[in-house]
C-alpha cells in the first residue's frame, strides 16, 4: 500500500497531510481557505495536493469538510462557513488530480480516525463527540463508519435536548449544541463573569466579562477555581443527558471526546463520566466508558485520508 | 429452504407460527405463559414446537421476548413481565429440540419483519416504533438489524425527553414512553375525563373517567370528538420530538409505526407526519416518511423465525 492525502478543509485554514499505510502523517501543509470563492478554493487544494504528490507516491485523496456531505461522499451539499460551489468538489478533484477523491463530514472522520488509530481501537461500536465551537459526531457501527440513509447521522450537535429550550441558529429550539460545546461555555462564563459570580475568570479576561473564553474556564477549573468548575460540571450535566440519549438508541459501549473541550483532559472528562453514570447507572444497562480523543486535530485528515485509501470512491 | 418456527413471548401468553420461506405464517398456535416459573415456561414452548413439528419439518427456532434480550441472542438477561430462569433460554431450547434458537428483542423482531415482509421492504435504513402499553424500538441499519455494542440498541422508550420530568418505573425521569405510549394516552385521557374536559369519553366509558381507554380515545378521535383528537395530537408531538431526536443522530428515512397505537391508523399517523414536520422541517436534512405498520401482531414471531433462518446461533 502506498501513501494517501487527507486534507481538512475549515471555514478559515486547509490542513493537508500524507498519511501511511500505519495511519502516520508523514508530511504535511497548512494554507489559508478562499472560504467565498469555490474556483480558488479547488485551485488551493489542488496546489497542495501537487505539492505533496511531489515527494510522495498517492493512490486517493480524502477530505474532511464541516457540513452536510452527500451521501454519495462526492461533495458537500451545505457547508455553514464555506462556499463549495454548485458542482461536487470531490468530483471536481478528481478530473483535476487523476485521482479518486472521497468527501467525508468532519465528525464522521474524526470517529473513522480515533476508531482506527487512536482512542477507539478494537472497539466495534462507538460514538465521537467533538466538543468544538459547536458539537459535532460521528458513529461507528459495527465496526463501519455509519452515515444514515441520507449521509446525515450523527449531527448530535441538534439533538433536542430541552423543548422550548434555547434558540439555535439551525432553526430548532434546545439544541445540544446550546448547552454543552464551546460557544455554551463561553455564553455562560461571561454572563456568569459579568454579574459577578466569577471574579477569577474576570481578572483571567483582563477586567473585561465579554473577553473571557472556554479555554480561561477550563484553565481556571484545572487550577481548583470553583467558579470555574461548577461551569464545567453544568456542560458535563447536559452533554450527559444527550449521551444518554443515544444511549437509549444505540447503546454504544464506549465514547470518544475530541475537540477542543474534549482535549482539555480529566478536567472535562471526570465530570462527565460522574454525570453519565447519575444519568444511566443501573444494572441492566451499563453506562458507556468515556476516554478522550488521541489525535487531535489530525484527526479530521487522518480519518478522511483513511477512509480514501479503504473505500474509494471513484467515478 | 425449509420451514422456522417463531415465537413472540409476552407476559400473558405465548404466539407460535411456522414460517414458510416467503414470510407466511402456515400454521399457529397460542398459549397461556407460565410467567413466574422457567421450567413450566419452557415445557410450554417445548410442547407448542413439537406439535408443529409434527406437520412441518423445522430448521430453526426464532423467538422474540420483551426485554433486555443477551447480545449473544442466548437468552433473555432481563424481561419485565416475566422470570426466564437463570439457564440462558434459548440455550435450554436448543438442548432439548436439537434446533438452533435464537432470542431477539420483540422491537429488533418487529422491525426485522416489516423490512422484510411488511411497511418496510425495500428501506436499508428504518426505526421501528412500537406504540403498544409502552415504546419498543428496533432499528435496521445498512439492512441489518442493529443490536449496539451489549445488545440493547433501540430502546427508544427511555430515551430521555424532558429533562427532571415525569418519573418513569425505569428509574430515570421524562421518558419517551412517559408522553407518548399507549399508557400515557390512557393516563393524560382519565385526567382530563375526570376534569370535566372529555365528555365523550365519559360516556364512551360508561360514565366511568377512569375506565376510559386508549382505545376509546383512538375511536372517538376518528369520529371527530375534539378532546379525543387534542389528546391524540398531544401524543404525536410528544413522539415527534423523540423521533426529531433519533433523526439527529441516525436520520432515519423511514420511520415505521406499529403496535396497537400504530395500528390505529392515520388518526395517529396524520397529527405524527405533522408533527414531524413541524419539528424537523428544513430544506437540508428532510423529513423521514412515516408508515404504519403491515403485520401487526404477528411482526415479533415473523421477525425472530426470519432470523433464525438467515442467522442462526449455534452452540
Redesign the interface.
Known amino acids: 500500500m502506498s501513501h494517501v492525502v487527507g486534507l481538512d478543509v475549515g471555514g478559515t485554514k486547509i490542513a493537508a497531510g500524507v498519511l501511511d499505510p500505519e495511519g502516520r502523517v508523514v508530511a504535511r501543509m497548512l494554507a489559508p481557505t478562499p472560504a467565498a470563492d469555490p474556483p480558488a478554493l479547488r485551485s488551493a487544494i489542488v496546489d497542495m495536493v501537487e505539492e505533496l504528490r511531489r515527494a510522495h507516491e498517492v493512490d486517493a485523496i480524502g477530505m474532511s469538510a464541516a457540513g452536510?456531505v452527500r451521501v454519495d461522499r462526492r461533495g458537500v451539499?451545505?457547508g455553514p462557513n464555506l462556499d463549495y460551489g454548485v458542482e461536487p468538489i470531490g468530483d471536481a478533484l478528481a478530473d483535476t488530480l487523476g485521482l479518486p477523491v472521497v468527501v467525508e463530514n468532519d465528525g464522521n472522520a474524526a470517529a473513522w480516525a480515533e476508531h482506527r488509530f487512536g482512542a477507539g481501537q478494537g472497539?466495534?461500536?462507538?460514538l465521537m463527540v467533538v466538543l468544538g465551537t459547536g458539537v459535532g459526531?460521528g458513529?461507528i457501527?459495527?465496526g463501519?463508519v455509519?452515515r444514515?440513509?441520507?449521509?446525515?447521522?450523527?449531527?448530535?450537535g441538534?439533538?433536542?435536548?430541552?423543548?422550548e429550550g434555547i434558540p439555535c441558529p439551525?432553526?430548532?429550539r434546545g439544541c445540544l449544541e446550546q448547552y454543552a460545546s464551546g460557544s455554551a461555555l463561553e455564553r455562560d462564563a461571561r454572563a456568569r463573569a459579568a454579574d459577578g459570580g466569577a471574579p477569577a475568570l474576570v481578572e483571567a479576561a483582563g477586567g473585561d466579562a465579554h473577553a473571557v473564553t472556554g479555554r480561561m474556564v477550563t484553565e481556571l477549573a484545572k487550577a481548583g477555581d470553583q467558579e470555574a468548575i461548577a461551569l464545567v460540571h453544568e456542560l458535563a450535566e447536559a452533554l450527559a443527558?444527550g449521551i444518554?440519549?443515544?444511549h437509549?438508541?444505540?447503546?454504544?459501549?464506549?465514547v470518544v471526546i475530541g475537540g477542543g473541550l474534549g482535549s482539555a483532559g480529566e478536567v472535562v472528562l471526570a465530570p462527565l463520566r460522574a454525570a453519565l453514570a447519575a444519568?444511566l447507572g443501573?444494572v441492566?444497562?451499563?453506562v458507556p466508558e468515556v476516554r478522550g480523543a488521541q489525535l487531535g486535530n489530525d484527526a479530521g485528515l487522518i480519518g478522511a485520508a483513511d477512509l480514501a485509501r479503504h473505500a474509494p470512491v471513484t467515478r
Do not use: N
Not at 472497539?123 to 462507538?126: H, I, P
Not at 444514515?148 to 450523527?154: C, E, R, T
Open positions: 452536510f451539499m451545505f472497539v466495534a461500536d462507538q459526531g458513529l457501527l459495527d463501519r455509519y444514515g440513509g441520507h449521509g446525515l447521522a450523527a449531527e448530535i441538534h439533538l433536542g435536548l430541552v423543548p439551525c432553526g430548532r443527558l444518554a440519549t443515544i437509549a438508541v444505540l447503546h454504544p459501549p464506549l444519568a443501573d441492566h444497562r451499563g
